[in-house]
Each structure stands twice: as structure tokens, then as C-alpha cells.
């Protein structure tokens, strides 16, 4: 398989097999992780988080310990030499002679791609501005799969903030290896960008736009709800237009097929009451869990130490 090594920038340089074999590699993981406690002894990951982060952080960090491996890495710029004017390619060439692997989050759009051009360890995106979030996606999936027993044929909702939110776009990319029909809900100025609708029509993936949740909700199998990204806008009142258009309350599930099953990456804001939490139909933070085990599988692929 091709994990050994290689960077992890965007979702489209893994093939369907790839992904399916690191799902599979995550549910080994999950069921004996303290079987692979060793496996990372001597290794050093780091995690360089120029964006704020809560679970993609602190799972790859977990991950690492609970295989035997260390971290280096900050959770901000503020005490790096980046604020001494250093470039993105000059941290990654030095951190490689530190670290084994370097995951890195930034806001700039293609800013994980640069990375790696500076960097002689692999490098792992853990969100590139509105870009991508591969990392994310390979959780969202490995979710799917253990939910449905499948990943083919399902009908899917994108609600929220389809315009900026990256794992979105990553997630419909790898979806869209498995035959899936997608519903974008979202207001005109936060739907899916062109450039991802061309590249699913050109894969002759089925897909419609609404901006009436109510008026698709019955069909689908998962709704996958997402904040409206209030750091990628630059003008606080057009924040304020979008913001809790889509609150999801307990009655939402009135208007679903009882098998729906809400996810969200989160962190969520207001877009789902926690009302909806004990419902069997939410799912976000077994989601959110699934990091763990999803992010150790990918480091021991990448380092070579399972095949
Ligand atoms: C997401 C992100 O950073 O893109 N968070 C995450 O990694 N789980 C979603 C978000 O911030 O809204």
C-alpha cells in the first residue's frame, strides 16, 4: 500500500483501497491498541498548529503516547521563531531534524503543499485554511463504516457552511469513491463552491442544492452538520447574516427516517441544540472519538511499522 512515507496533503492522492485499508488498519487499532503500545517507541511526532484545535491536536498527540512514541510541536505561533519573521519552509526544514513526521495546521489555503516542500519528513495536513482536511475525513468515513456496516449508496446532507468548511470538501471527495447521492443545504452564499460541484459532475456523482433542510431531510441517511467557519470571513456583518440560519432542535427528528444519523466535526456553535445529544440518531462524538484510533493506524502507515 502507498502510506509508507508519503505525505498526507489532500484526500485525492489516496485511492479508494487506500482508504478503505486504513479504516480497516483503525478498526484493528481500536480493538487492540494495547497490543501496539510499543510500536512507536523512538518516534517523534510533531504537531505545528499555526489554527486553533482541540481534537485534531490533542488525537494525534494521544495517539502518538498511546503507541509509545513522543511530541514536540506548539499549539500557537506566539512562542516560535515565526514571529521573528521565519517562513513556513525554513520551520519545516528544521523540524524535520527533529521529528519523524510533522502534522501542521495553518489558515492559508495550499499551506500544508508548501510545507512539504520545505520538509524531509512527511508531512500530515490537519487543515489548510478552507482548503482540505484529510485527517478529518478518514475519521468521518471510518464513523460511516462502523455506523452503516457500509460506505456504498448512501445519501448524504451537507448542512451549514459548505463554502468554507473543509472537511466538507475532503469528505465528498472520498465519499464519492462509494457511489453516494449528496444533498447541499446551505444559503446561497455558503454553498459548495463550483470548483468542487464541476469536479463531482465530471465523476458523474449525483447531487442537488437546496437551501431547505425540511424539503430533503426524509431522504437522507446522514446529515453532516458544520459551524459556519466565522474565522475564514473578513467582514463581521456578513458573519452575521448566516449565523444560525440552521439550528437543529429534537423535533428536527419529526421530519428524518428514524435510521438518520447526524454528525458534525465539530466544534459546534449553535447549529445543534444539546437536546439532540442523547438521540440515537447523533453521532458527533463517537466521531469525535474515532480520532484517536483513525490518527494512530495512519502514523504506524506512515512510518512503516504495520502494512
Ligand atoms: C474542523 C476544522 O478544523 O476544520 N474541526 C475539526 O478539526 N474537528 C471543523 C471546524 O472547525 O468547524
Given at each position: 500500500m502507498t502510506f509508507k512515507g508519503k505525505d498526507v496533503i489532500a484526500i485525492e492522492d489516496f485511492?479508494?483501497?487506500?482508504?478503505?485499508?486504513?479504516?480497516?488498519?483503525?478498526?484493528?487499532f481500536e480493538k487492540n491498541m494495547e497490543k501496539?503500545?510499543?510500536?512507536?517507541?523512538?518516534?517523534?511526532?510533531?504537531?505545528?498548529?499555526?489554527?486553533?484545535?482541540?481534537?485534531?491536536?490533542?488525537?494525534?498527540?494521544?495517539?502518538?503516547?498511546?503507541?509509545?512514541?513522543?511530541?514536540?510541536?506548539?499549539?500557537?505561533i506566539s512562542t516560535t521563531s515565526l514571529t521573528k519573521g521565519e517562513t513556513l519552509k525554513?520551520?519545516?526544514?528544521?523540524?524535520?531534524?527533529?521529528?519523524?513526521?510533522?502534522?501542521?495546521?495553518?489558515?492559508?489555503?495550499?499551506?500544508?503543499?508548501?510545507?512539504?516542500?520545505?520538509?524531509?519528513?512527511?508531512?500530515v495536513n490537519a487543515g489548510d485554511g478552507a482548503n482540505e482536511h484529510p485527517t478529518q475525513t478518514f475519521l468521518d468515513v471510518y464513523t460511516i463504516k462502523k455506523e452503516f456496516g457500509k460506505l456504498e449508496g448512501l445519501k448524504i446532507g451537507f448542512l451549514g457552511d459548505l463554502k468554507n468548511g473543509r472537511t466538507v470538501h475532503s469528505?465528498?471527495?472520498?465519499?464519492?469513491?462509494?457511489?453516494?447521492?449528496?444533498?447541499?443545504?446551505?444559503?446561497?452564499?455558503?454553498?459548495?463552491?463550483?470548483?468542487?460541484?464541476?469536479?463531482?459532475?465530471?465523476?458523474?456523482?449525483?447531487?442537488?442544492?437546496t437551501a431547505d433542510l425540511l424539503s430533503v431531510s426524509k431522504e437522507l441517511d446522514i446529515l453532516y452538520v458544520t459551524r459556519v467557519q466565522k474565522e475564514r470571513f473578513t467582514n463581521q456583518e456578513e458573519y452575521d447574516k448566516v449565523k444560525g440560519l440552521y439550528i437543529l432542535k429534537k423535533d428536527f427528528l419529526k421530519h428524518t427516517k428514524p435510521e438518520l444519523r447526524i454528525m458534525h466535526p465539530l466544534p459546534r456553535v449553535d447549529?445543534?441544540?444539546?437536546?439532540?445529544?442523547?438521540?440515537?440518531?447523533?453521532i458527533y462524538f463517537e466521531e469525535a472519538r474515532n480520532g484517536l484510533p483513525v490518527r494512530a493506524a495512519l502514523l504506524a502507515l506512515i512510518l512503516g511499522k504495520v502494512e
Open positions: 485511492s479508494k483501497e487506500d482508504i478503505v485499508k486504513l479504516i480497516d488498519t483503525a478498526q484493528d501496539y503500545k510499543t510500536l512507536l517507541n523512538g518516534n517523534v511526532i510533531a504537531t505545528l498548529f499555526f489554527e486553533p484545535s482541540t481534537r485534531t491536536r490533542m488525537s494525534f498527540q494521544a495517539a502518538t503516547y498511546r503507541l509509545g512514541g513522543g511530541v514536540v510541536g506548539f499549539s500557537s525554513d520551520t519545516m526544514r528544521i523540524v524535520s531534524g527533529y521529528a519523524d513526521i510533522i502534522v501542521v495546521r495553518h489558515p492559508k489555503a495550499g499551506a500544508a503543499k508548501e510545507a512539504s516542500e520545505g520538509s524531509t519528513v512527511p508531512i469528505l465528498t471527495k472520498a465519499m464519492s469513491h462509494f457511489k453516494p447521492e449528496f444533498h447541499f443545504i446551505a444559503t446561497e452564499s455558503l454553498q459548495m463552491p463550483d470548483k468542487y460541484l464541476k469536479e463531482l459532475d465530471s465523476k458523474g456523482i449525483k447531487y442537488k442544492k447549529e445543534i441544540d444539546p437536546e439532540l445529544d442523547d438521540a440515537k440518531q447523533s
